[in-house]
C-alpha cells in the first residue's frame, strides 16, 4: 500500500483577498487529489469548506489548523518575532515538525521569509535564502535569483545565489552545466556598482559556468540559464515583467474584440492564445520557491487570486515530491568540500 504524502501547509490568511481567494485555491487543488491544511482563523476559514459544496473524497483532503495571528501585509516582517501564533509561522512549525511536506504563503513576503529561515532553518553553507524566479524565454527558462527576500547584500550572498540557481537549474530546466550570469548595465567587467565588480571577481572562482556580466534584456533571450541579482534589483524585474505581461493579454483581447474579423480570428487562434497566455501569466506559475531553506516553502504574490494558489500549491507537491530541498542541500555540501580540498591543496603546494 502506497502511503500518502503529508499534506501541503497553507497561510490561509495570507495575501490581499485571503481567506476567500487562498481557499478557493485550495479546494481547487484538492480537487485534483492534493492534500492540504489550511492555517488560519477557524471560525473565519471552516465555513468556507461548505460540504454542499464539496465532494466527499474534496473535504476529505481539506483539513484546517487554526492559527489566531496574522502578520498583515502593511506591518514590518519583523512582527513576525512577537506573533508566535502567526499564520505563516505555524505553517512553518507544521513543516518543521514533519506534519507537513512544505508550506505555501501569498502574505508578507518578509515574514514568510523569516518564518521559513528561523523556524524550518536553513541549509548548512546557506547565510541568505534566496526567492527563485522563473522567466520564459524561446528555449525553456532563465531562473532569476533573489526576486525579493533580500534587499541589501554582500558579494557572499549573491555567491550563494549562484549556487543554488545553478543547482535548481539543473533540477528543474534539465541543464547539465547551466550559464549563469550577473545581471548588471553592462556586460563588461568594470560596468555596475561597487558590490557587482566585487561579486563579478568572486563568481570566476565558483567552478560555475559563469558567463559574466548580463543585461535586463538577457532575461527573456535564452543567453543565460541563471541570472543573479540581489532582491531589490530582481523584485523591480519581477514586478514590471508580471505588469507587462498582464497589459500584453489586455492588449492582445481588446485589439481582437475590436472587429468583427478579430472576434472570428480569436476563436481560429483560441489554443494558440491559451498557449501564450499560460506562458507568461504568473498565476500561471503560482508562486516563487524560497531555495536554502531545509523544506519546500513557496511564496506567491500578495494579489494572488484562486488559481495562483492552487498553482501554488501543485508546485509545491512537485518539489517536495522531487526532494529538491535535499538535493539542493547534498549538491550545496559536495561543492564545499570541494572547496575545501582545493584550499588545502592550494596551501600544501
Excluded at 464539496?54 to 512582527?79: F, G, I, N, Y
Excluded at 491559451?274 to 513557496?298: H, M, N, Q, S, Y
Aim: proline share 5%.
Amino acid at each position: 500500500m502506497v502511503e500518502r504524502p503529508l499534506p501541503i501547509a497553507v497561510d490561509a490568511m495570507g495575501g490581499d483577498y485571503a481567506p476567500r481567494a487562498v481557499v478557493d485555491g485550495a479546494i481547487e487543488a484538492a480537487e485534483g487529489g492534493l492534500d492540504v491544511v489550511l492555517v488560519g482563523d477557524r471560525p473565519r476559514v471552516e465555513p468556507m469548506l461548505d460540504p454542499s459544496r464539496l465532494t466527499p473524497v474534496t473535504r476529505q483532503r481539506l483539513r484546517v489548523h487554526h492559527a489566531a495571528q496574522v502578520v498583515t501585509m502593511e506591518e514590518r516582517p519583523v512582527a513576525i518575532r512577537t506573533k508566535q501564533d502567526a499564520s505563516v509561522r505555524v505553517c512553518a512549525r507544521l513543516v518543521r515538525d514533519g506534519r507537513a511536506s512544505a508550506m505555501v504563503s501569498a502574505g508578507n513576503t518578509g515574514a514568510a521569509v523569516i518564518a521559513a529561515k528561523t523556524v524550518i532553518g536553513t541549509v548548512p553553507g546557506v547565510d541568505r535564502p534566496a526567492l527563485a524566479g522563473l522567466f520564459p524565454n524561446p528555449n525553456n527558462a532563465t531562473v532569476v535569483l533573489d526576486v525579493g527576500a533580500n534587499v541589501g547584500v554582500r558579494s557572499q550572498h549573491l555567491r550563494e545565489f549562484a549556487v543554488m540557481g545553478h543547482f535548481y537549474a539543473q533540477e528543474i530546466l534539465g541543464t547539465p552545466s547551466p550559464r549563469v550570469g550577473l545581471l548588471s548595465i553592462g556586460e563588461e567587467q568594470s560596468k555596475g556598482t561597487e558590490l557587482t565588480r566585487e561579486v563579478f571577481e568572486v563568481l570566476q572562482s565558483t567552478g560555475l559556468n559563469f558567463v559574466g556580466n548580463v543585461e535586463g534584456r538577457d532575461v527573456f533571450r535564452g543567453t543565460v540559464d541563471v541570472i543573479v541579482c540581489d532582491g531589490f534589483v530582481g523584485n523591480v524585474l519581477l514586478k514590471t515583467s508580471e505588469s507587462l505581461a498582464s497589459f500584453l493579454l489586455t492588449m492582445v483581447r481588446d485589439t481582437l474584440r475590436s472587429s468583427w474579423r478579430g472576434r472570428l480570428g480569436a476563436l481560429l487562434a483560441r489554443p494558440a492564445f491559451a498557449g501564450f497566455r499560460d506562458r507568461i501569466d504568473w498565476a500561471e506559475t503560482g508562486a516563487a520557491p524560497l531555495l536554502g531553506v531545509k523544506a519546500g516553502c513557496f511564496i506567491g504574490h500578495g494579489s494572488s487570486g484562486p488559481r495562483a494558489v492552487a498553482n501554488a500549491i501543485r508546485r509545491a507537491r512537485e518539489f517536495a515530491d522531487a526532494g529538491l530541498d535535499a538535493k539542493i542541500r547534498d549538491k550545496i555540501a559536495e561543492l564545499h568540500d570541494r572547496e575545501k580540498l582545493h584550499l588545502h591543496a592550494a596551501a600544501d603546494a
